[in-house]
């Protein structure tokens, strides 16, 4: 008989909306009422008696026996308390203002969880700091960028540096690039290779850029 009465009352819970906008009060084990809502995640509590959720369970102050309803074999025994003959599990967290977490964050954040601690940390520490803390790290940060910028414009111009040194080795111009002159050169072709590395179309456009002959004949590659 027993059995019949659970199945109906698994059936009633079933067939009511299990919505977060339901709620019920539960009186609580002292008198007290809780807000809980009408979510069905139907659990089994150590008295053997199913409830409808854990915040009902935990408002008639009944520890967790195991998910699901309870057997019949336990129904049987409803109402009878064992705590001795039970099996420790981990009891699920509970907002009795809200439904039961889904199982991804059914335990809350405990010290040292995915970091929880480390950020609650930091925010504790930006809010306790002062002004004058503030302004001694902006002043800390600003340094550094400082630094570091210096130091990859030395970088830059060390290579920068090298560069013009094996340009000069190989007879190219270095430094600020020559002004440009208009020289009212012919269009002859008589190839000639300058002392900067460039090969001209005739001397006269050689002469024009201001290099001097370092031989006939267009540049090798290695010039």
Same mark, same amino acid.
């Given at each position: 008989? +027993? ?22 009060? /539960? ?13 069905? &995640? ?12 854990? @915040? ?12 699901? #309803? @309870? ?9 009878? /308390?064992? #705590? ?62 400082? &630094? ?10 060390? &290579?920068?540096? +090298? ?14 690039? #020559?002004?440009? /002159? /208009? ?20 001397? @006269? ?6 290099? +001097?002959? +370092?031989?006939?004949?267009? @540049?090798?590659?290695?010039?």
């Amino acid at each position: 008989m +027993k059995g019949v009465c659970g199945l109906f009352i698994v059936g009633a819970l079933a067939a009511y909306p299990a919505t977060a906008s339901h709620l019920r009060s /539960v009186k609580g084990e002292a008198g007290d009422g809780c807000v809980c809502t009408r979510e069905l &995640e139907l659990n089994c509590g150590i008295d053997n008696i199913t409830y409808s959720n854990h @915040c009902e369970r935990r408002c008639k102050g009944m520890p967790l026996k195991h998910q699901g #309803p @309870c057997t019949e074999e336990e129904m049987k025994n409803a109402g009878v /308390v064992n #705590p001795t003959a039970l099996p420790q599990i981990e009891e699920p967290y509970v907002d009795f203002l809200g439904p039961a977490p889904t199982s991804d964050d059914s335990v809350p954040p405990t010290e040292g969880a995915s970091g929880v601690e480390d950020d609650n940390r930091r925010q504790l520490l930006d809010a306790l700091k002062t002004e004058e803390d503030k302004r001694k790290e902006e002043e800390l940060r600003n340094t550094k960028e400082g &630094e570091e910028a210096s130091e990859k414009e030395g970088e830059n111009g060390e &290579e920068t540096k +090298k560069k013009e040194e094996t340009d000069s080795r190989r007879g190219r111009h270095t430094g600020p690039p #020559p002004k440009r /002159v /208009v020289c009212p050169c012919p269009k002859n072709l008589k190839p000639s290779c300058g002392d900067d590395g460039v090969t001209y179309a005739n001397p @006269c456009t050689r002469e024009c850029a201001g290099a +001097k002959l +370092k031989h006939d004949g267009p @540049c090798s590659k290695s010039e």
